[in-house]
């Protein structure tokens, strides 16, 4: 079993900056792309960035050069660092894992969410 947990979450005015953190625990060899994702009530989940093991990233065109995706493959850990925000990066945003497994022969586990943490920015 792999779980995440996320941190870094809270409330903080328009021009600020936050730092999120997502940990993956459990029996893990191997972590394929980790990414965020936000979601705000009535609409759908909506990609931030992912980032695969090798280092490469990908960014919704709404925060690039204000977010920094980065990664501790030691840790199995995913940062996400959000600058210059705005109150429409108000949401929930969720940690994700495209695929995990235990051991180098292990099935892989696909798609895997942490519980969210809620990021409020106020104007």
């Known amino acids: 079993q792999v779980q995440l947990v996320e941190s870094g979450g809270g409330l903080v005015q328009a021009g600020g900056s936050l730092r999120l953190s997502c940990a993956a625990s459990g029996s893990i060899f191997s972590i394929n792309a980790m990414g965020w994702y936000r979601q705000t009530p009535g609409k759908q989940r909506e990609l931030v960035a992912t980032i695969t093991s090798g280092g490469i990233t990908n960014y919704a065109d709404s925060v690039k050069d204000r977010f920094t995706i980065s990664r501790d493959n030691a840790k199995n850990t995913v940062y996400l660092q959000m600058n210059s925000l705005k109150p429409e990066d108000t949401a929930v945003y969720y940690c994700?894992?495209?695929?995990?497994?235990?051991?180098?022969?292990?099935?892989?586990?696909?798609?895997?969410w942490g519980q969210g943490t809620q990021v409020t920015v106020s104007s």
């Open positions: 994700n894992v495209d695929r995990a497994r235990a051991s180098v022969s292990g099935a892989w586990r696909l798609d895997i």
